[in-house]
């Protein structure tokens, strides 16, 4: 099932980036012969030639070259596998005379048939942002906790508060907030935010230095939960002193919980580096723990701004849908930018397989929240991989949409195209680069899945 869904969303997200290329060559007169959904042995081809609306079953490669009615008209395939689409045009990769040719056409409008693939995929993540947003409402940045003793409520910072800016770069959605700090790493230095509160613009200097001591124990820390303990980090104080996940914490230094509020609470009040002992419950029977910290220091803001949605008009909806888009766009630039520096390892990169894997996390984390939440949850997904791959078919790199308008914009300067030949190889050997990459990052995502 997790399969099945990974290739319908790129199935649609590819035919969205032909389709682009598509209407964009019927409007400057290039010849399609054929435009099809998925790949491999035709299920069903249709086409419209001057005596009528014609469909075939099974058409194989040659019958539709044979079959002279369909010569000059586009045919529309879909075929057995799930997987992309295609948009095949005269004279796009060999040389063609002919007078709807690829090549025969002027470079502006070349140029346009070739980038309206990339700009589609932005099209299609806007208009699926529509639908999320108008569904899920917009993901202000406002402040929804502070946590107690960090930075932020030693700034200042409260609960209601709107992230404006953090150090210059301006926040206008909750998820740009933990982006800029994985792009831009915490040095140290006091962080400049900028806040608004009660319509009023604050300006807020935090300093991201955080000393604490860690027991290396998770549980809910909500009234309605218990005091169970959900998981304990391997080589942790907890799990050295003996105490295991799904025990519970019935008191602190002799003060009673009951909750997980309770338990926040007092663990608050009492984690100052000394000891500590617990008293446990595990499978009916009650035992105290001695359990002495060990110290942590870290780098944090210390707030939790991405998960507050409201709803707003239709403007509203159509602005933020944008910025939606524009987040990812410029989230995908910086992360190749790091990457190419070096502050990103290859290893880190995401084919087919990590990308079917992501999707089938997602999935399965989804389904027990209903229906909408894995349709949204889903589309979310299509957002981020279409905008993803409109920005790197828009890389200069050969055999890439990018690469091909280079060639384009190249001729543009010196007034005649490139040989079409050396063309042919550049893109060739671009192409041959590409697919040893993908060999690579297949290799990881699976070496990522196994471990």
């Known amino acids: 099932m997790n399969i099945i869904v990974a290739l319908l969303i790129f199935t649609v997200i590819v035919v969205a980036h032909e389709l682009g290329h598509f209407l964009l060559a019927k409007k400057n007169g290039i010849g399609v012969p054929e435009f099809s959904v998925g790949m491999g042995p035709r299920i069903i081809t249709c086409a419209k030639p001057a005596s009528g609306f014609v469909v ?4 194989s490669q040659k019958e539709m070259e044979d079959f002279k009615e369909w010569q000059d008209v586009t045919k529309y395939s879909w075929k057995i596998l799930p997987i992309g689409g295609s948009c095949a045009m005269i004279g796009e990769d060999e040389e063609n005379d002919a007078e709807n040719s690829f090549n025969n056409k002027g470079k502006w409008a070349r140029f346009s048939v070739i980038f309206a693939g990339p700009f589609f995929n932005f099209i299609l993540a806007f208009i699926f942002s529509i639908i999320i947003i108008a569904n899920v409402g917009i993901n202000y940045p406002i402040v929804g906790y502070v946590y107690d003793n960090q930075p932020a409520k030693e700034a200042g910072i409260e609960v209601g508060d709107e992230i404006k800016s953090i150090n210059g770069h301006k926040i206008t959605i909750g998820r740009q907030i933990d982006t ?80 997980g509020e309770e338990l926040k609470n007092v663990m608050e009040e009492n984690n100052t580096g000394a000891e500590i002992t617990f008293e446990i419950e595990r499978d009916g029977k009650t035992e105290s ?131 079409r030949d050396k063309e042919g190889y550049v893109h060739f050997a671009g192409f041959v680069l590409l697919m040893l990459l993908m060999v690579f990052v297949m290799y990881n995502d699976i070496i990522r899945i196994i471990h």
Request: aromatic share 8%; net charge negative.
């Open 56 to 59: 075939k079953f099974f058409c």
């Open 180 to 259: 800029y700090i994985q792009l831009h790493p915490l040095t140290g230095e006091d962080v400049e935010i900028v806040i608004e509160r009660d319509g009023e613009e604050k300006n807020i200097s935090l300093n991201p230095n955080y000393k604490t001591h860690l027991f290396g124990f998770s549980y809910a820390p909500n009234k309605t939960d218990n005091t169970q303990i959900s998981s304990i980090s391997e080589g942790a104080a907890f799990e050295k002193a003996g105490i295991r996940t799904g025990d519970k914490i019935l008191s602190i230094n002799g003060t009673k919980v009951s909750n």
């Open 289 to 419: 723990y001695q359990v002495t910290p060990e110290p942590y220091e870290t780098r944090t803001l210390g707030l939790y701004a991405a998960g507050n949605s409201k709803g707003g008009n239709a403007i509203d909806v159509l602005k933020y849908s944008l910025v939606e888009v524009k987040y990812w766009i410029e989230t995908t630039i910086a992360s190749l930018g790091q990457l190419i520096t070096g502050k990103i390892s290859t290893k880190e990169m995401a084919g087919p397989v990590g990308i079917v894997n992501m999707v089938g996390n997602t999935l399965e984390q989804s389904v027990d929240y209903g229906m909408q939440v894995v349709v949204m949850n889903m589309l979310y997904m299509s957002v981020l991989l279409s905008a993803n791959l409109g920005v790197m078919n828009l890389l200069p790199l050969p055999a890439l949409d990018g690469g091909r308008l280079v060639f384009i914009l190249i001729e543009a300067v010196r007034g005649k195209p490139i040989d």
